[in-house]
């Protein structure tokens, strides 16, 4: 379940990072819109998975109320969910 986060996680980030420095200027700037219902999307879908692959991590691994927070918050800071799986996951194999 670990390995599957942090796969998540990494797509999660990278779909974030897509949304505010690839899509959003491309509508923006250039009046390109349908790159942000795209990356949007799939932003959406990893986002949701995200946080359920956490609520179950956090059962499962007895996490605490304010590091699963953390986890959860991270997600929706450009760049957030890399420091997470760096700092709670970089010693975890599975």
Known sequence: MTRLF????????????ALLFIAMPLKYVWDMPE???????????LFIVYIIIASMLKSELKWSLSKYLIICLAS?????TFYIEY????????
């Open 6 to 17: 942090k796969i998540v996680a990494t797509l999660e980030g990278v779909s974030l990072l």
């Open 35 to 45: 790159y942000v219902r795209v990356v949007g999307m799939a932003h959406g879908l």
């Open 76 to 80: 929706v800071i450009p760049f957030g």
């Open 87 to 94: 700092k709670y996951f970089k010693n975890i194999e599975n």
